[in-house]
């Protein structure tokens, strides 16, 4: 037995629209698979656009009672959610392995990481500040600080709970209100942190979950005029889509995308610390984030005992079912993701790729873990985000080398690198053009940090005080001096 949540009144199947929780007026729905099993966990409605600009609605009127509420009301509202979270922490956890596929103990860790966020927020409401400017003959001018208004967010399933309160924290905590189209393949966990935000007290109305396709929802949010804001994590080619369909009406945008992420490893670098860093950015959510290391450089005198220690660790990863406790590598979110990874494979292999340890073994939507040595730049898993546990190793000689392949992408979100050599650490860090840089560390994600990529990974930053900057407008106020 795999599924059942302490409280059963978290898993809705129905959208929450400007406060109601209900089916579509389109009478149609999508159903959601359990990636692990391929089977159906249940269904969602297919939202229409109709719906949607109720929704959007609802948030402006919503929205214009939550501007003027007082920064600690906001912050009340978000401890309550947070508190929520974390008392509902394994129900949350277990829809998100179920629908997702993730390991528990990750979706556990995924469940605190998301609620960090309304804790952050809830504080960082209070610390909103305007400035004034040194008063002339004709006049004093004040800088205030606004909520954007009415906001969107379409969010994906690779982390379903953490990319939702991301947005949705620093949106309310700016005054904004919020519509969300989750996606369609995790759009439980979604809905259940939408339950727990009304137990908090949120306003009716406020945040709404409109479930169901893309391509309905999405053309709605962009083109409302209403909708001042559009953040937006997922793929490079959706973000650019929804740049394009939010030109005509110049929406502020937040977009995370895709990533490229090269790790490398110097000579002189510690070698636990680089392979555990390895291992810590390559397989979390079984390679599919998009901070993922995906191009593995490593200098010839550490080369091959680098790739010894790391062949050993990636030995011991177990796959399987998100609910078995021995699982480190979960499943792959669907079909496409499985051919991706063997494809990449094969065209390594076809091109040169050797591989160190166990070959890839495909079952339905599990695939073993692969470490792929002599790989070079021509082969497609250097130039395209695997999304999967695979480790391609490339070999260098000398540091200028490894910093020019690592920036031969148009990507640009996080890097890491792993050295013991303090002049090369500065060197290196600032050469890498990459919005998160890890320096002897696989892991680059906090709460208080900015999150967010340069170059074709993105537009704007999530996470530390840039995150709330991003949901507030800078207005001049001019007052006359007669
Ligand atoms: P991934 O490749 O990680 O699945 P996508 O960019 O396809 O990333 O999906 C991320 C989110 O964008 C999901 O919520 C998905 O439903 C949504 N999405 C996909 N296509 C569109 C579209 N044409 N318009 C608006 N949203 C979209």
Redesign the pocket.
């Given at each position: 037995m795999t599924f059942s949540l302490n409280d059963p009144d978290l898993f809705r199947q129905t959208a929450f629209l400007g406060g109601d929780w209900k089916a579509s007026t389109s009478g149609k729905s999508l159903t959601v698979d359990n990636p692990s099993t391929g089977e159906i966990i249940g269904s969602i409605p297919a939202c229409t656009a109709e719906e949607t600009r109720a929704a959007i609605e609802s948030a402006r009127i919503a929205q214009g009672k939550w501007r003027r509420s007082s920064a600690a009301e906001r912050a009340g509202l978000l401890m309550a959610w947070y508190q929520l979270m974390l008392d509902n922490a394994d129900d949350l956890a277990k829809i998100m392995t179920l629908e997702q596929g993730k390991p528990l103990a990750e979706a556990k860790g995924e469940v605190a990481y998301a609620a960090s966020f309304l804790k952050w927020f809830a504080a960082e409401a209070e610390h909103v500040q305007g400035s004034a400017l040194v008063p002339t003959a004709d006049r004093r001018v004040i800088i205030l600080k606004e909520p954007v208004g009415v906001t969107a967010a379409?969010?994906?399933?690779?982390f379903p709970l953490a990319m939702i309160t991301r947005k949705c924290a620093p949106a309310l905590a700016a005054g904004c209100s919020m519509v969300i189209?989750?996606?369609?393949?995790t759009p439980y966990s979604a809905l259940a942190l939408a339950v727990l935000a009304e137990r908090a007290g949120l306003p009716r109305g406020l945040l709404s979950v409109v479930t169901g396709y893309?391509?309905e929802?999405?053309?709605e949010?962009?083109a409302s005029p209403v909708v001042r804001k559009l953040s937006?994590?997922?793929?490079t080619?959706?973000?650019s889509?929804?740049m394009r369909?939010s030109a005509d009406t110049i929406k502020k945008l937040s977009l995370e995308l895709?990533g490229n992420a090269p790790l490398i490893v110097f000579d002189d670098a510690d070698l636990s610390v680089a392979v555990s860093g390895t291992m810590l950015s390559k397989f979390r959510n079984a390679g599919q984030t998009c901070v993922c290391a995906n191009r593995v450089y490593v200098q010839s005198g550490i080369h091959d005992a680098f790739l010894e220690k790391l062949a050993a660790e990636v030995m011991t990863l177990k796959t399987g079912d998100g609910f078995d406790p021995q699982t480190q590598i979960g499943p792959l979110?669907n079909e496409a993701a499985v051919a991706k990874v063997k494809e990449h494979v094969e065209d390594a292999l076809a091109k040169g790729a050797r591989i160190v340890g166990k070959p890839l073994d495909i079952n339905g939507r599990f695939a073993s873990p692969v470490l792929l040595a002599d790989v070079t730049s021509e082969m497609r898993i250097a130039q395209e985000e695997t999304?999967g546990p695979i480790l391609p190793v490339f070999r260098f000689d000398n540091e200028q080398d490894a910093v020019q392949q690592a920036n031969a992408t148009p990507f640009g979100l996080a890097s890491y690198f792993f050295t013991n050599d303090i002049a090369r650490g500065w060197r290196v860090g600032e050469a890498l053009d990459f919005g998160m840089v890890g320096l002897n560390t696989g892991s680059i994600s906090l709460v208080s940090a900015p999150f967010g990529g340069v170059k074709q990974s993105g537009l704007g930053r999530e996470g530390g005080a840039l995150g709330l900057e991003e949901f507030l407008e800078v207005k001049s106020f001019h007052i006359g001096l007669p």
């Amino acid at each position: 037995m795999t599924f059942s949540l302490n409280d059963p009144d978290l898993f809705r199947q129905t959208a929450f629209l400007g406060g109601d929780w209900k089916a579509s007026t389109s009478g149609k729905s999508l159903t959601v698979d359990n990636p692990s099993t391929g089977e159906i966990i249940g269904s969602i409605p297919a939202c229409t656009a109709e719906e949607t600009r109720a929704a959007i609605e609802s948030a402006r009127i919503a929205q214009g009672k939550w501007r003027r509420s007082s920064a600690a009301e906001r912050a009340g509202l978000l401890m309550a959610w947070y508190q929520l979270m974390l008392d509902n922490a394994d129900d949350l956890a277990k829809i998100m392995t179920l629908e997702q596929g993730k390991p528990l103990a990750e979706a556990k860790g995924e469940v605190a990481y998301a609620a960090s966020f309304l804790k952050w927020f809830a504080a960082e409401a209070e610390h909103v500040q305007g400035s004034a400017l040194v008063p002339t003959a004709d006049r004093r001018v004040i800088i205030l600080k606004e909520p954007v208004g009415v906001t969107a967010a379409i969010t994906p399933w690779n982390f379903p709970l953490a990319m939702i309160t991301r947005k949705c924290a620093p949106a309310l905590a700016a005054g904004c209100s919020m519509v969300i189209k989750p996606s369609e393949l995790t759009p439980y966990s979604a809905l259940a942190l939408a339950v727990l935000a009304e137990r908090a007290g949120l306003p009716r109305g406020l945040l709404s979950v409109v479930t169901g396709y893309a391509q309905e929802i999405g053309p709605e949010l962009t083109a409302s005029p209403v909708v001042r804001k559009l953040s937006f994590t997922g793929s490079t080619k959706v973000g650019s889509l929804l740049m394009r369909q939010s030109a005509d009406t110049i929406k502020k945008l937040s977009l995370e995308l895709g990533g490229n992420a090269p790790l490398i490893v110097f000579d002189d670098a510690d070698l636990s610390v680089a392979v555990s860093g390895t291992m810590l950015s390559k397989f979390r959510n079984a390679g599919q984030t998009c901070v993922c290391a995906n191009r593995v450089y490593v200098q010839s005198g550490i080369h091959d005992a680098f790739l010894e220690k790391l062949a050993a660790e990636v030995m011991t990863l177990k796959t399987g079912d998100g609910f078995d406790p021995q699982t480190q590598i979960g499943p792959l979110i669907n079909e496409a993701a499985v051919a991706k990874v063997k494809e990449h494979v094969e065209d390594a292999l076809a091109k040169g790729a050797r591989i160190v340890g166990k070959p890839l073994d495909i079952n339905g939507r599990f695939a073993s873990p692969v470490l792929l040595a002599d790989v070079t730049s021509e082969m497609r898993i250097a130039q395209e985000e695997t999304f999967g546990p695979i480790l391609p190793v490339f070999r260098f000689d000398n540091e200028q080398d490894a910093v020019q392949q690592a920036n031969a992408t148009p990507f640009g979100l996080a890097s890491y690198f792993f050295t013991n050599d303090i002049a090369r650490g500065w060197r290196v860090g600032e050469a890498l053009d990459f919005g998160m840089v890890g320096l002897n560390t696989g892991s680059i994600s906090l709460v208080s940090a900015p999150f967010g990529g340069v170059k074709q990974s993105g537009l704007g930053r999530e996470g530390g005080a840039l995150g709330l900057e991003e949901f507030l407008e800078v207005k001049s106020f001019h007052i006359g001096l007669p």
